[in-house]
């Protein structure tokens, strides 16, 4: 049979092409570049800092470069590199791989996370929590609702208390099933875990690793101002749990509305927790599955080693004590406080991410050897499980270079007296808001809550007497700066490593939240002008 030869009109017409959003490796690689190439218009320069390094304000005076254009070069190149292993100099403040310091790269994160992914491909391989979950969404499948309302609050509640997010990651795998069986699509699940857990960032009420630090800088208790910060922490919890279930309801009742769909994982680009939804889908509704004794031991190990992994990096003391003082949440995730210091209780383990990543690793050897898999499968799993977080992987050491960037070139410091200038001279409620805005941008070249509040408020502080308002309210402010911004922040590691592990678009991402920031931006600037108002 001869096809029919195609007009000359249509061979020279060009195929149309839609625009497809880059992936988060490639948006976060373009946010690299462009933080560079603004480095290079921002001029250096740096304030002078008390004993405690904390910048004085109305010291800063612009320096030259400390990096010739090759050496610019040069960072651009190597911020990856630092991004994963880099070391920030106590003497120089330069972050690269070889100097002696502090741990300034991501690596700690990278290796919890694959670690995490070892032991849910391992787990999987016996189908225990599928049948888990799927048993789980049989109960609930009429509640759904309330299994979003209850990880939400709780997750902000442990956010809010003691800066509980990066752990957050770890939770993907278990909840990705198990919302997939009850009919919510992957968006859903990643947006309770990660605004769950911001969001209490965000109101933040005796977080050791935010108001604590800002609390020691600024000079005043833990405890100050929590009243307007536990009315903010209820507030915006309830905004953003009624936002997510808005949309989780609307999914499940027409599949159609997903921003994500519900479209399998390509078969190059399985993990564990595809193949999981996937034996989920083919699972009956109406048989409830049956465990083994072995599959429920393995539940066992599951429980314990999650349960183990929140009680280990709690700060017992330093929340229930009240201190304040230097803090250190991504890098030694140690709180501390003004001599004299409470004694760590007795059963306080002070765990990190290296402690973390071998309890994950010592719990998918003990599933194995539970389950009685050959040395070989073991060892097979485990590399495989550890290989599906590659992609969240790149992604979080991309982000880690975008700071290390800011930091060598010596472009913080101005940054920090453009937000200076900004608020001087403003009035008790316009500064309030003032304090919360300012933030918004220096929470996006610096994440961590304790590093910012360690620049920041310093500065913020005298400027909150010259303004009438207390600095326990300034420090509200600050924080509600800093916890929006982490809500959409692409250096922020909790964002866009869910995101990657959820297999989510940051296009998508950012289409279902900017209205709830918008409703979220609005409560809070209006409340801290009020309560700046009032005295």
Same mark, same amino acid.
């Given at each position: 049979?001869?096809?029919?030869?195609?007009?000359?009109?249509?061979?020279?017409?060009?195929?149309?092409?839609?625009?497809?959003?880059?992936?988060?490796?490639?948006?976060?690689?373009?946010?690299?570049?462009?933080?560079?190439?603004?480095?290079?218009?921002?001029?250096?320069?740096?304030?002078?800092?008390?004993?405690?390094?904390?910048?004085?304000?109305?010291?800063?005076?612009?320096?030259?470069?400390?990096?010739?254009?090759?050496?610019?070069?040069?960072?651009?190149?190597?911020?990856?590199?630092?991004?994963?292993?880099?070391?920030?100099?106590?003497?120089?403040?330069?972050?690269?791989?070889?100097?002696?310091?502090? /741990?300034?790269?991501?690596?700690? +994160?990278?290796?919890?996370?694959?670690? *995490? %992914? $070892?032991? !849910?491909? =391992?787990?999987?391989? @016996?189908?225990?929590?599928?049948?888990?979950?799927?048993?789980?969404?049989?109960?609930?499948?009429?509640?759904?609702?309330?299994?979003?309302?209850?990880?939400?609050?709780?997750?902000?509640?442990?956010?809010?208390?003691?800066?509980?997010?990066?752990?957050?990651?770890?939770?993907?795998?278990?909840?990705?099933?198990?919302?997939?069986? /009850?009919?919510?699509?992957?968006? +859903?699940?990643?947006?309770?875990?990660? *605004? %769950? $857990?911001? !969001?209490? =960032?965000?109101?933040? @009420?005796?977080?050791?690793?935010?108001?604590?630090?800002?609390?020691?800088?600024?000079?005043?208790?833990?405890?100050?101002?929590?009243?307007?910060?536990?009315?903010?922490?209820?507030?915006?919890?309830?905004?953003?749990?009624?936002?997510?279930?808005?949309?989780?309801?609307?999914?499940?009742?027409?599949?159609?509305?997903?921003?994500?769909?519900?479209?399998?994982?390509?078969?190059?680009?399985?993990?564990?927790?595809?193949? $999981?939804?996937?034996?989920?889908?083919?699972?009956?509704?109406?048989?409830?599955?049956?465990?083994?004794?072995?599959?429920?031991?393995?539940?066992?190990?599951?429980?314990?080693?999650?349960?183990?992994?929140?009680?280990?990096?709690?700060?017992?003391?330093?929340?229930?004590?009240?201190?304040?003082?230097?803090?250190?949440?991504?890098?030694?995730?140690?709180?501390?406080?003004?001599?004299?210091?409470?004694?760590?209780?007795?059963?306080?383990?002070?765990?990190?991410?290296?402690?973390?990543?071998?309890?994950?690793?010592?719990?998918?050897?003990?599933?194995?050897?539970?389950?009685?898999?050959?040395?070989?499968?073991?060892?097979?799993?485990?590399?495989?499980?550890?290989?599906?977080?590659?992609?969240?992987?790149?992604?979080?050491?991309?982000?880690?270079?975008?700071?290390?960037?800011?930091?060598?070139?010596?472009?913080?410091?101005?940054?920090?007296?453009?937000?200076?200038?900004?608020?001087?001279?403003?009035?008790?409620?316009?500064?309030?808001?003032?304090?919360?805005?300012?933030?918004?941008?220096?929470?996006?070249?610096?994440?961590?809550?304790?590093?910012?509040?360690?620049?920041?408020?310093?500065?913020?502080?005298?400027?909150?007497?010259?303004?009438?308002?207390?600095?326990?309210?300034?420090?509200?402010?600050?924080?509600?700066?800093?916890?929006?911004?982490?809500?959409?922040?692409?250096?922020?590691?909790?964002?866009?490593?869910?995101?990657?592990?959820?297999?989510?678009?940051?296009?998508?991402?950012?289409?279902?939240?900017?209205?709830?920031?918008?409703?979220?931006?609005?409560?809070?600037?209006?409340?801290?002008?009020?309560?700046?108002?009032?005295?």
């Amino acid at each position: 049979m001869s096809q029919k030869p195609k007009s000359a009109d249509a061979l020279s017409q060009p195929r149309k092409r839609t625009f497809v959003f880059p992936s988060a490796v490639t948006t976060l690689a373009i946010v690299s570049v462009l933080v560079w190439v603004a480095a290079l218009f921002i001029p250096a320069g740096q304030y002078a800092t008390d004993a405690d390094g904390s910048p004085i304000p109305g010291t800063y005076q612009r320096i030259e470069s400390p990096l010739t254009l090759g050496e610019r070069v040069e960072q651009l190149v190597l911020a990856p590199v630092n991004g994963i292993y880099g070391l920030l100099s106590p003497v120089r403040g330069f972050v690269d791989t070889q100097t002696v310091g502090r /741990l300034f790269g991501q690596i700690g +994160v990278i290796v919890f996370i694959m670690s *995490i %992914g $070892a032991f !849910i491909s =391992i787990s999987f391989a @016996t189908h225990s929590l599928e049948i888990a979950v799927a048993a789980l969404a049989n109960r609930l499948r009429s509640r759904g609702w309330l299994l979003i309302t209850a990880v939400m609050v709780l997750f902000s509640l442990l956010g809010s208390t003691m800066g509980f997010s990066v752990e957050t990651l770890g939770f993907y795998a278990l909840f990705i099933p198990l919302m997939s069986a /009850l009919g919510y699509d992957r968006l +859903v699940t990643a947006a309770m875990i990660m *605004i %769950g $857990a911001t !969001i209490g =960032i965000m109101a933040s @009420t005796v977080n050791p690793f935010s108001i604590g630090v800002a609390a020691g800088e600024a000079g005043v208790g833990i405890g100050d101002g929590i009243l307007p910060r536990l009315i903010l922490w209820f507030i915006l919890t309830a905004i953003a749990v009624a936002w997510v279930l808005r949309y989780a309801a609307r999914v499940r009742a027409d599949p159609g509305a997903s921003l994500v769909g519900f479209d399998r994982a390509a078969p190059d680009d399985e993990s564990a927790i595809d193949h $999981a939804v996937e034996d989920l889908a083919d699972t009956p509704a109406d048989v409830p599955p049956r465990l083994t004794g072995t599959q429920k031991w393995v539940l066992a190990i599951t429980a314990l080693a999650f349960g183990l992994m929140i009680f280990s990096v709690i700060p017992w003391s330093s929340i229930l004590n009240g201190s304040t003082g230097p803090a250190d949440y991504y890098g030694t995730h140690a709180a501390a406080a003004p001599a004299p210091a409470p004694a760590p209780y007795w059963f306080e383990l002070n765990w990190w991410f290296p402690q973390l990543a071998m309890l994950f690793l010592i719990a998918s050897v003990l599933v194995g050897l539970v389950a009685k898999m050959p040395e070989k499968e073991i060892v097979r799993l485990i590399a495989a499980g550890a290989s599906d977080m590659m992609s969240p992987a790149m992604v979080m050491l991309l982000a880690g270079g975008i700071s290390v960037i800011m930091t060598n070139t010596q472009t913080l410091d101005t940054v920090l007296h453009a937000m200076e200038q900004l608020i001087t001279g403003a009035s008790a409620g316009a500064f309030a808001i003032a304090a919360m805005v300012v933030n918004i941008p220096l929470a996006f070249l610096i994440p961590s809550s304790s590093g910012h509040a360690a620049l920041a408020m310093p500065l913020l502080s005298p400027l909150a007497d010259f303004a009438d308002v207390s600095r326990s309210t300034t420090i509200t402010a600050w924080i509600l700066g800093h916890g929006l911004t982490l809500l959409v922040s692409p250096t922020n590691v909790v964002i866009v490593g869910g995101l990657a592990i959820a297999k989510v678009g940051y296009d998508k991402y950012l289409l279902f939240v900017w209205p709830l920031l918008v409703a979220l931006f609005a409560v809070a600037a209006t409340t801290v002008a009020i309560v700046a108002t009032l005295g």
